[in-house]
């Protein structure tokens, strides 16, 4: 870090407010811009209230006088993009441009798609200036105490910041290894992030559904739920997972008369700020977020099956567009969750449960690294996997420790693994748990909650590990209409035989 004295932070929204908070903690004079007058003033307010940073924060309106500002402060400038995905980054690119030499940085901590940073990083080299794609990961909250980081771009570039890097990002508690490491080249880094994201979105789906099935068919209090949460998170194969844990601390959450420090739930009865919140996910309708959407055009794009992920990234499309879902209602008059009948005992449902939310969990991490696999081999990238279970072990949404230590040794080990069901432990884990969720999606279902993610994950792995699929039938229609052609069974380099088209057509109606 000695040759890494100040920095420009690009955007102070959420996120770049606390990453400019917490450069000037580490020692760095920061200098801040952002298109937004307030956003500028706001985090200047704050970091001349912090004694410890006193000085360190400076404040600018026009963005020729932000970048003149770093001249001289270190050895090349270093800039952190922290701003909307898109036209926006090309716009201040633009504007940064003509105050650029050959050797400085510029780190785009934004959740950008990889073909536009890939974009960039050609742009950029053409002046001697790397463009670094970094996934920035853990939300607002680690921006200001250590995100988990990943950088994608030019290997001598990244190793230029990595001492700050390592410096910013979060620590592994168990080994504490920086939760940071150069994924490779080009757009990797924003890949994979793109992919942590469509993981987070599978795994928040599924939490989601599974507060509403103890709610809604188990009759369960939040704070009960909250309680479940907590034990899940400390043993088993749910400790230290992120998600779990927040969940829980959401569930025990009730209002007050003052409320938070805005004044966000002040009420005089001390119900749960969870009932103060709609069904309504709107960032990815209203386009302020684009990764889980790319991660599924991917996944179909590469051929990668991720049917937790989308179903989860569809059931937040359908949730935003309440006005449509209202009138919907009306006319499908669809029924609404019912309590869970019958003989059972809720304490064995709560475990099946357990198991299934693993168990899901678990899918969906094999789905993106997979899709991580495919990508980096398609790329030339030569991504480890075993990176990316280490980068997520701290700091970031889905951090899991149990799921993080089952997977990490076998994929460190086979970096281009392209299935990690491959993996014994892995397939071990999975049918343990596949009754459990089976039961779990047979229940919900005669009840009418609401379980895509959880349905979707247990037909996935019917499929993904099932022979005799209908697909037989599906072939022959299209053989029929399209002249498609097929492959035999039992016929050796058919079956199983490659990915590739069969040589036997039948003329079942002819032309």
């Known amino acids: 870090m000695s040759t890494i004295k100040s920095i420009g932070v690009v955007g102070a929204g959420n996120m770049g407010s606390m990453m400019t908070l917490r450069f000037a903690e580490l020692g760095l004079q920061v200098s801040v811009w952002d298109v937004i007058k307030k956003n500028v003033d706001e985090v200047v307010r704050y970091a001349k209230e912090d004694k410890a940073i006193t000085g360190r924060v400076q404040g600018f309106y026009d963005i020729n006088q932000f970048s003149k500002s770093l001249e001289g402060k270190s050895d090349h400038k270093l800039f952190m993009f922290s701003i909307t995905?898109?036209?926006?980054?090309?716009?201040?690119?633009?504007?940064?441009?003509?105050?650029?030499?050959?050797?400085?940085?510029?780190?785009?901590?934004?959740?950008?798609?990889?073909?536009?940073?890939?974009?960039?990083?050609?742009?950029?080299?053409?002046?001697?200036?790397?463009?670094?794609?970094?996934?920035?990961?853990?939300?607002?909250?680690?921006?200001?105490?250590?995100?988990?980081?990943?950088?994608?771009?030019?290997?001598?570039?990244?190793?230029?910041?990595?001492p700050f890097l390592e410096s910013y990002a979060a620590h592994d508690p168990k080994t504490g290894t920086a939760c940071v490491k150069r994924m490779g080249p080009g757009g990797s880094g924003h890949y994979i992030k793109m992919v942590h994201n469509g993981i987070e979105g599978g795994m928040l789906s599924v939490l989601a559904e599974t507060w509403q099935y103890m709610h809604e068919g188990l009759g369960m209090e939040h704070g009960t739920i909250?309680?479940?949460?907590?034990?899940?998170?400390?043993?088993?194969?749910?400790?230290?997972?992120?998600?779990?844990?927040?969940?829980?601390?959401?569930?025990?959450?009730?209002r007050t008369p003052k409320g938070d420090y805005k004044g966000e739930g002040a009420s005089r009865d001390d119900g749960y700020v969870l009932d103060d919140v709609l069904d309504k996910v709107v960032q990815d309708d209203d386009g302020t977020e684009g990764t889980p959407h790319w991660c599924v055009m991917e996944s179909a794009a590469r051929h990668v099956s991720c049917p937790t992920l989308a179903a989860a990234q569809y059931l937040r499309i359908s949730s935003g567009n309440r006005v449509e879902r209202a009138r919907v209602a009306k006319k499908l008059e669809m029924p609404m969750p019912k309590p869970i009948e019958g003989t059972r005992d809720h304490n064995v449902i709560i475990e099946n449960l357990r198991q299934a939310v693993y168990c899901s969990f678990l899918a969906s991490f094999c789905q993106g690294l997979e899709l991580i696999s495919r990508a980096s081999i398609d790329e030339g990238w030569n991504v480890n996997l075993g990176d990316c279970l280490q980068i997520w072990r701290a700091g970031c949404i889905i951090k899991s420790d149990y799921i993080a230590d089952l997977l990490q040794p076998p994929l460190a080990a086979q970096s281009e693994l392209t299935n990690a069901k491959f993996v014994d432990t892995v397939a071990h884990e999975l049918h343990q748990n596949f009754h459990s969720l089976k039961q779990v999606v047979m229940e919900g279902t005669m009840f009418d909650q609401y379980i895509p993610a959880l349905s979707a994950t247990l037909e996935y792995l019917k499929y993904e590990g099932g022979l005799g699929l209908p697909t037989q039938f599906m072939e022959a229609q299209m053989d029929y209409f399209g002249a498609h052609s097929y492959n035999k069974p039992g016929i050796p380099g058919e079956d199983p035989g490659p990915v590739h088209k069969g040589p036997h057509h039948y003329e079942w109606l002819p032309a």
Request: glycine share 14%; hydrophobic share 35%.
């Open 226 to 254: 909250g309680d479940v949460f907590d034990k899940w998170n400390e043993t088993g194969e749910l400790r230290g997972n992120f998600l779990i844990n927040i969940g829980a601390k959401i569930l025990h959450t009730r």
């Open 85 to 162: 995905h898109g036209d926006p980054a090309d716009e201040v690119l633009r504007l940064l441009k003509p105050d650029l030499k050959e050797g400085d940085i510029i780190l785009d901590g934004g959740n950008e798609n990889y073909r536009n940073t890939e974009r960039r990083q050609k742009e950029c080299a053409d002046i001697g200036v790397a463009w670094i794609g970094m996934g920035v990961s853990g939300g607002y909250q680690s921006a200001r105490r250590g995100p988990s980081l990943s950088p994608g771009g030019d290997a001598k570039a990244i190793e230029r910041v990595m």
